[in-house]
Structures are given as structure tokens and as C-alpha cells.
């Protein structure tokens, strides 16, 4: 055979490709209409098991509704009038639609499921719309309030006797102070944080309508242990332990409210803040936290702080960060970059409680811890077996952390130390008229 007959003409080959594209063509179609039946079976398959995988009964003597073909479809609607309505805009812009009765139906069916979605839609929106309108209206309510709040008069209709009369003017002196302290030194004419991560400390108690802001180190376990007697939750307040007034969940937070009920418990509630000396209170935390086994306090804080400011710290204490010493803990408090973030039982109380926003008509102390709290339960009401309680929440056998034991920790630091730490708390100091006598 010669090379040349092997060679195929033009005319063959067109034929060639001409044979092969008419039966892809064909094949193509056939896959087309076989996949179109598939499918519409494998929906009606789908269907009816939607239709009987309910609790109700199946009448199998009514037809499952059935997805009708592409074919179908144009017959049915060559030979009917469409059962579409026609909105009035959308026939004036496409009158050429009728003449083409598939693509009729596409647009017509595509418009009836829009118009369908869009009312749901509508309804949702509204009621979204309603909620943002009325949360708004909160919000203009907190930002055109008077800030900081006016100082309102203590309701003190229950007492009755002059058993209290000096502890009364304590108080009223304390409430004055404040009130003029934020008014000439603030400077705050409208909330500058988050409403609800002011009222984060604050604790509820709504059947004596009692708002008390959390200063840890300050009474506070004992105050938690008051509410609670107060909200019918314990029958005393020595029969409440430790982890259940810290971890028990038992008492609501301010911020566990909407919006109306946080502006109304604020307005119509009698609010109450315990403080403390700064200097005692920040020693009382760290002889807490770091002078006894902790889970948390050493692993978290105490790791942190000796690797950072102890020099050729061993590795024990690296790994289980027992033993960190009042000066280290100083230097962690006063450095603008921490290791570890701040804590609630050193943080101040202007960041705590927000005096200067939220205007307390009760200002207790701790150095008059028992006496004050006794005279608040009067004013709201209380049973009057209720006392506040005088036990040390823990460690017991410690000596309480009063001005003899702070001037022990403060040996250990240098004068501009102390004064830094003066300088830290200083809105405490000022805010509470607190002296500085450790200076």
C-alpha cells in the first residue's frame, strides 16, 4: 500500500465529523430529557415522603401533587389562559411576554413566590423595625438623662427612734461629698461606656427594690449573703457557704435586664455602694489571693508576674506560680503593660460602680462596715432579725487586714512606690475623702 492512499480526502472528513457531531447532538438530547425525569421523579419521591413522614394519618386515596415537565407546562399553557395575575406595572412593561407563554410562566411564577416572600419578609422587618424603634427610644431616654443623676433623698419613714441619727449624718455628709465631688471634678455630662457594662457589678433585689454595687474586699461576700436571705433564697445568712455566694448563680446582675428594666430599676430603686480604703483593700486582695493555695490566682497571675519581674526565678515557681511577693504584685499593678489584664478585687472603684453616673443614694464603708449595713436594712424595710453578719468569709484565723498590717506590706516599698500606688487609686481617694496615711 502506498503512502498516499492511506491519506483521506476533504470530503471525508467533513463527512466524518459531520456523522460523529449529529449523534453527540443526539445523545446530548437524550441525556437532557433522561436527567429532566430523573429529577422530576426524585421530587415527587421527596415529596410524598414529606407528605407521610408526619403523626397525622396518610390518606393514600388523594393524589400526591405532582411537578409537572417542561413539556407539560407549555402545553398547559398554550392551551389555557394563565391563572397568574398580572400586576399592572409588570404588564405595561412587558406586554411581549404573552407571546411567549414559557417565559410567561417563569416571570409570573417568579413574581407570585417574590410577592409571597417579600409580605414574610415585610412582617419580620416590621417587627424588627418596631423592636429597633422602641430600643432607640431607650437609648435617646439614657443619653439625654441628667448626668450624673440628681441625688434624691433617703426614704427613712421606718425609723422611728434616734438610735440611728449619727450614722445618719455620717451618711448624709458621705452622699453630699460625692455629689459634689463628680459635679466639680468629672467633668461627665453623659455616659461615656456602655450602659450595660456599667451596670455589670450591680446586683438586684427586686422584692426590697435593692440596688448593690460589688466592691470586692470590701464585704461584699456578706452583702451577697444578705440579698440572698432577702430574695427567700436561705433562711440565714450563716447557713450560706462561700461557693455558694460566688458560684451559685443564685442572685440576678443589673445587666441581665433589657433596656426598660435596667432605666427603671435605676430610677426607681434605692442604690447602694460599700468601699474601703484603697491601700487596705488592695492589700487585703493580694493577702488573699497569693498568700494561700489558689487554682486560679497563681497559675494565671502568679506565673505571669514572677516571669516577668522576678530575675532568675526557679523553676517551680515558673511552672506553679506559688509565692509572688507583695513588691512584685506592686510592679505588675503600677506597669502600663501587664502581663495579665486587671482584676475586679484590686480594680477601682470609679471603674467598678461608675459613682459619678450612677447617682448611690448609700454610701457604707468598711471601717463602719456593721453599723451602716444595720442602718440600710432599716431604711429598706428589712425583718428585723436580720443583722448583717460579722464573720471573716475566709481564712479565719488571719488577722484582718487593717492599718497595722498595711504599714507591714508597705516596708518593702519605696516611697515613690507608695506614691504611685497613691496616684493609681487616686479617684478612690477623693471621691470617698479617704486620707493618705501611708505616705
Not at 116 to 142: C, G, I
Not at 166 to 182: N, Y
Not at 249 to 265: A, N, V
Not at 393 to 404: A, K
Amino acid at each position: 500500500m502506498q503512502p498516499s492512499e492511506t491519506v483521506m480526502n476533504p470530503k471525508q472528513v467533513f463527512l466524518s465529523v459531520l456523522i460523529f457531531g449529529v449523534a453527540g447532538l443526539l445523545l446530548f438530547m437524550y441525556l437532557q430529557v433522561w436527567i429532566e425525569e430523573q429529577h422530576t421523579g426524585g421530587v415527587e419521591k421527596r415529596r410524598e415522603q414529606k407528605a407521610t413522614s408526619g403523626w397525622e394519618p396518610v390518606n393514600y386515596l388523594q393524589p400526591v401533587p405532582r411537578i409537572m415537565t417542561t413539556e407539560e407546562i407549555r402545553e398547559n399553557n398554550i392551551n389555557q389562559k394563565p391563572k397568574f395575575l398580572i400586576p399592572e406595572d409588570l404588564r405595561e412593561k412587558n406586554e411581549n411576554l404573552l407571546l411567549n407563554p414559557e417565559k410567561t410562566t417563569k416571570v409570573l411564577m417568579k413574581t407570585s413566590q417574590d410577592q409571597a416572600l417579600s409580605k414574610t419578609t415585610r412582617s419580620a422587618s416590621n417587627k424588627l423595625l418596631e423592636k429597633h424603634q422602641r430600643d432607640n427610644t431607650l437609648f435617646k431616654k439614657f443619653s439625654t438623662m441628667n448626668w450624673p443623676l440628681d441625688i434624691r433623698p433617703l426614704n427613712k419613714s421606718l425609723i422611728k427612734d434616734d438610735t440611728w441619727k449619727k450614722t445618719d449624718e455620717a451618711q448624709e455628709r458621705r452622699r453630699s461629698f460625692l455629689q459634689e465631688f463628680c459635679k466639680k471634678y468629672s467633668g461627665v455630662s453623659r455616659p461615656q461606656s456602655h450602659l450595660f457594662h456599667m451596670v455589670s457589678r450591680i446586683y438586684v433585689e427586686d422584692k426590697h427594690k435593692i440596688l448593690y454595687c460589688e466592691v470586692p474586699k470590701a464585704g461584699c461576700s456578706n452583702w451577697k449573703r444578705i440579698l440572698m436571705v432577702l430574695n427567700g433564697l436561705a433562711p440565714s445568712t450563716y447557713n450560706i457557704s462561700h461557693d455558694a455566694v460566688h458560684y451559685g448563680k443564685y442572685l440576678k446582675k443589673l445587666d441581665s435586664f433589657d433596656l426598660q428594666g435596667i432605666y427603671t430599676r435605676l430610677n426607681t430603686y434605692t442604690k447602694a455602694v460599700f468601699v474601703r480604703d484603697p491601700m487596705e483593700r488592695l492589700v487585703s486582695a493580694f493577702r488573699d489571693k497569693f498568700e494561700h493555695p489558689n487554682s486560679y490566682y497563681h497559675p494565671v497571675f502568679g506565673k505571669a508576674i514572677i516571669k516577668k519581674y522576678r530575675p532568675n526565678a526557679c523553676k517551680e515557681a515558673l511552672i506553679n506560680g506559688s509565692g509572688v511577693k507583695f513588691k512584685e504584685f506592686i510592679h505588675y499593678l503600677l506597669d502600663s503593660h501587664r502581663p495579665v489584664g486587671m482584676d475586679i478585687h484590686w480594680e477601682k472603684v470609679s471603674k467598678l460602680c461608675y459613682p459619678c453616673l450612677i447617682n448611690y443614694d448609700f454610701v457604707g464603708k468598711f471601717e463602719t462596715l456593721e453599723e451602716d449595713a444595720n442602718y440600710f436594712l432599716q431604711l429598706i424595710g428589712a425583718p428585723k432579725e436580720l443583722k448583717f453578719p460579722n464573720f471573716k468569709d475566709r481564712h479565719s484565723s488571719d488577722e484582718r487586714t487593717n492599718v497595722q498590717v498595711v504599714r507591714q506590706y508597705l516596708k518593702d516599698l519605696t516611697r515613690t512606690e507608695r506614691q504611685l500606688i497613691y496616684d493609681f487609686y487616686y479617684l478612690d481617694y477623693l471621691m470617698f475623702n479617704y486620707t493618705t496615711p501611708f505616705l
